[in-house]
C-alpha cells in the first residue's frame, strides 16, 4: 500500500484528543517517529504473547479488544473507534493482560514505543494530562461492564450495549436513532457475556418494549426512554 503522505497523517494525528496539544512541527516529528501499520479487517493487531511496550494511535479504522474465557468463548470488552490510543504500557498503567486486539475494517495504526511516549510527554504535558483521563474513564468503564455481568440480566445487560452503541456511533433519523454497524447477535453477545440465542431472546424483548427497531440489519433505537428502563432493571 502506497506511503500515506505527511499532510494526510498530521491531519489524522491531529484528530486524536490526546494528540490535539501538540503543534503541527511536533505532529509532524511524531508522524516521522511512529510509522503506520495497515492492517485488514479481521487482522489481529496485537496478541496476549507479544511482551513488547507499545501504545497503538488509532488514526483510521476500527478495533475490537477482546479476551477469551478459560472455556474459550471470546468477550469483547469495548470497541474502539479512530482517534483514539490504546495498547500496552506500564508508564501509563495501561495492562492488556491476555488480550487481542482485532481490525473490525481495515485500519491504520501508529506506534509509539516507551521512549516516544516519554518524549511526548516531557514537551507537552497536556498530552500526559488527556491521556491520564481517558484511562480514567476506560477503567470507569471496565468497572460498569463488570457490575452489569454480576448484577444484571441478558435483557438489560443488552439494553446497556445498545445505549453506549448509541451513545459512540449513533445517527439521528426521521425515526429515531440508527446504529449504522450492522452488529450480528453473535457480536453483541461477545459483548455482553452471553451466547448467540439468549440475545435473540434478548431483542425480540426490546423490539416488543418499543425500545429498538431492526431495519435492514441495522438497529435503531426508536424508545429511549424505554430502552434506559430496562438497562436500569436488575
Do not use: W
Amino acid at each position: 500500500m502506497p506511503k500515506m503522505p505527511l499532510e494526510e497523517e498530521v491531519r489524522l494525528l491531529s484528530m486524536v484528543d490526546v494528540l490535539e496539544p501538540l503543534s503541527e512541527e511536533e505532529l509532524e516529528e511524531l508522524a516521522r517517529r511512529a510509522p503506520d501499520t495497515h492492517v485488514e479487517q479481521g487482522e489481529t493487531i496485537y496478541t496476549p504473547e507479544e511482551n513488547s511496550e507499545r501504545l497503538f494511535v488509532l488514526k483510521r479504522g476500527r478495533v475490537r479488544v477482546y479476551k477469551i474465557d478459560p472455556e474459550g468463548h471470546e468477550l469483547t470488552l469495548s470497541v474502539v473507534e479512530d482517534g483514539t490510543i490504546l495498547g500496552e504500557m506500564a508508564l501509563t498503567g495501561q495492562h492488556l493482560p491476555g488480550v487481542y486486539l482485532q481490525a473490525l475494517k481495515p485500519s491504520v495504526v501508529a506506534t509509539l514505543k516507551r521512549r516516544d511516549l516519554e518524549h511526548l510527554i516531557l514537551k507537552a504535558p497536556e498530552v500526559g494530562l488527556r491521556l491520564v483521563r481517558l484511562l480514567s474513564e476506560r477503567l470507569h468503564e471496565t468497572e460498569t461492564r463488570l457490575a452489569e455481568l454480576t448484577h444484571k440480566d441478558v435483557t438489560a445487560r443488552l439494553a446497556s450495549q445498545v445505549l453506549r452503541l448509541r451513545e459512540n456511533e449513533g445517527v439521528i433519523t426521521g425515526e429515531g436513532c440508527k446504529i449504522p454497524t450492522r452488529y450480528t447477535h453473535e457480536q453483541l453477545a461477545t459483548m455482553i457475556g452471553s451466547k448467540r440465542v439468549p440475545v435473540t431472546r434478548a431483542f425480540r424483548k426490546l423490539e416488543e418494549a418499543g425500545a429498538v427497531e431492526l431495519k435492514d440489519r441495522h438497529m435503531h433505537v426508536t424508545d429511549f426512554e424505554a430502552l434506559k428502563r430496562v438497562a436500569e432493571a436488575e
